[in-house]
């Protein structure tokens, strides 16, 4: 019988170098292939030139290599670039590269769907089909840093979980892609440019402060009362407001990292001057950065619009003019469904 192949990826260069010796080859060859692994974002053995073609066939039999690949790419007018990825066995996920003059941010997705069915996001009326590895999401960033070096001559500069799933119900993965992109051996960038959003997992917010992550924590409220946060987002039947604002005050005191808070203007939902009142009384319990107002992007499931801007405008100035730290986030990629909320895997 068989034995079972092993993913590549999970072996450290020192299992590698023991690997190499144990078929006869010499120490070095693990250095070559660890770095066709992580800092080329290769699809397959064979395309590791500098490998003899031998040695890559017995890799071929001893291991797997289930890299993420770009199955489509679209182009919106305003620069930002979404791709579609595929997995080994066909599923489909999708990332966006978006371009400003002082940043290149990459907005990663973490699960294939999403199990969470938020109201107002195309994921949310996808089946979560299963979470992505901790390679996958590696991969994800790889791949797009790659397009921004093609396309801008620039690396990226940021990295935010805001794609397609919940980060926080793919915990471990998250984790250790985040561990790999900003290991010195992998992407080598710096934590404090990572944010994972999260729709609020209280427990999952607490195990973060824990393991004290260095990267950055966005929560996405969207609405600032349980009543009206139920009816958009099923998760806070189990993970009310308050048991949120607990676990970002436990997660501030354990690491001292960024907090954000998303909040998606709904046309005559949640972007009443009443409404801010209840969002600045959120914002005072918690040691938050900033308030990323959003302008909604409408989608086909949903009866939800956008607010006219001079609602906006009002919006974002009562929340000023009580200090708080707000910035309303225009959205980019909108004619190709790359927006926030627009992510779909359309197309198929």
């Given amino acids: 019988m068989s034995k079972r192949q092993q993913n590549i990826r999970t072996l450290s260069l020192a299992e590698l170098e023991d690997y190499f010796l144990s078929v006869g080859e010499k120490k070095f060859r693990a250095k070559q292939v ?110 797009i840093n790659q397009q921004s070096l093609e396309v801008f001559d620039k690396k990226l500069t940021n990295i935010v979980f805001m794609g397609m799933g919940e980060p926080l119900l793919n915990y471990k993965n998250v984790l250790a892609a985040i561990d790999k992109i900003s290991a010195p051996d992998g992407l080598g960038m710096s934590p404090r440019r990572i944010t994972v959003s999260t729709a609020g997992v209280a427990k999952q917010i607490k195990h973060l402060g824990d393991d004290k992550v260095k990267f950055k924590l966005a929560l996405s409220l969207h609405a600032a009362n349980d009543k009206k946060r139920h009816e958009i987002m099923p998760i806070n039947d189990t993970n009310n407001i308050q048991s949120l604002i607990e676990a970002l005050n436990y997660f501030y005191k354990q690491t001292k990292n960024e907090i954000t808070f998303e909040y998606i203007l709904f046309n005559n939902f949640n972007d009443s001057l009443e409404d801010a009142d209840e969002l600045i009384k959120i914002y005072r319990q918690v040691p938050a950065d900033l308030v990323n107002l959003i302008e909604y992007n409408p989608i086909e499931f949903a009866k939800f619009t956008k607010p006219a801007e001079e609602k906006v405008d009002a919006f974002m100035q009562y929340l000023e003019k009580h200090k708080v730290n707000a910035r309303l986030r225009r959205s980019r990629g909108k004619d190709i469904d790359a927006a926030c909320g627009q992510l779909a895997n359309k197309g198929k």
């Avoid at 031998?54 to 790419?73: C, G, N, V, Y």
């Avoid at 620069?79 to 599923?91: N, V």
């Avoid at 199990?115 to 901790?134: H, M, P, V």
């Fill in 34 to 143: 660890y770095d066709w692994l992580w800092l080329k974002p290769v699809q397959s053995f064979d395309a590791m030139s500098n490998i003899s073609k031998d040695l890559r066939q017995q890799l071929s039999e001893d291991f797997t290599f289930p890299a993420l690949s770009i199955d489509t790419t679209q182009h919106s007018s305003d620069g930002t670039i979404k791709s579609r990825f595929r997995t080994i066995e066909g599923h489909l996920t999708e990332g966006v590269l978006i371009p400003t003059e002082e940043r290149k941010t990459a907005c990663v997705s973490s699960q294939i769907g999403c199990s969470l069915s938020c109201k107002f996001c195309a994921t949310g009326y996808l089946e979560r089909k299963r979470n992505l590895s901790f390679d996958e999401i590696y991969d994800e960033v790889a791949l």
